[in-house]
């Protein structure tokens, strides 16, 4: 089956510094994988995605992430972080079912804190 | 504008009464889908929904109900077998998988749901 994991809770990082965001992830086959951010009582926000081609993903509001196959990992990245960027962010992946269906498995979220 | 609705935004149930979650989107998408989400927990998905007249369970359909009558509705009904209903519901919808594209998915706003 396929799963990601978020290994970290809570990532604190003062203002203008470099942020990432850690997903790692386990699949059979070419892996979709997306990153999403939620505000506080919001839904969830799509942030960017990997299907496939380049393995560096650009996405909005600055983010990209950086799909690296050999380590089965899709972490999110940012070069200079904003006190507006934190919120909760959701790693997830696109499983097929055995009847052909997709759905969706997502990580238990990290709480992104960016310090003034 | 595009997008999901979901309402309404706070629900109060009573012990043993069953309530009705609504869920609207109008970017004719195939998929929608219902998920859960508790403190600590992310997402867990309760069912999901490829097509018109046929649903599928997640890893939590017990104590839920839905329905899929028409493409832009997905309503989703908390019963009184559910024993612990107070949650926040994100309801999703995703690209027809035939589109070539896109394989995101768009999230309502979300309902709190509280028990008295």
């Known amino acids: 089956a396929q799963s990601v994991a978020q290994p970290e809770d809570q990532v604190n990082v003062a203002e203008g510094n470099p942020l990432t965001v850690k997903c790692t992830y386990s699949v059979s086959g070419n892996p979709y994988l997306f990153w999403y951010v939620q505000y506080p009582n919001r839904g969830l926000q799509f942030l960017l995605k990997?299907?496939?081609?380049?393995?560096l993903v650009k996405g909005s509001y600055g983010f990209e992430a950086e799909f690296n196959k050999s380590q089965t990992s899709f972490h999110l990245k940012k070069p200079s972080a904003l006190v507006s960027d934190s919120a909760l962010y959701f790693c997830a992946v696109r499983d097929i079912t055995t009847s052909g269906t997709y759905k969706y498995i997502f990580g238990t979220g990290t709480r992104l804190k960016v310090l003034a | 504008d595009g997008g999901i609705t979901q309402s309404p935004k706070y629900l109060f149930r009573k012990e043993g009464q069953n309530v009705t979650l609504s869920c609207e989107q109008n970017?004719?998408?195939?998929?929608m889908y219902w998920y859960r989400q508790d403190p600590g927990q992310g997402l867990r998905l309760i069912y999901y929904s490829q097509i018109v007249n046929d649903f599928q369970k997640g890893d939590i359909a017990e104590g839920y109900s839905v329905s899929r009558e028409k493409k832009e509705s997905f309503p989703l009904t908390v019963t009184s077998a559910q024993k612990n209903p107070t949650a926040f519901y994100l309801c999703?919808?995703?690209?027809?998988?035939?589109?070539?594209?896109?394989?995101?998915?768009?999230f309502g706003p979300g309902t709190r749901l509280t028990v008295l």
């Open positions: 999703a919808s995703s690209h027809p998988r035939t589109s070539g594209g896109g394989y995101e998915q768009f």
């Open positions: 990997y299907i496939t081609g380049d393995n």
């Open positions: 970017l004719n998408h195939d998929a």
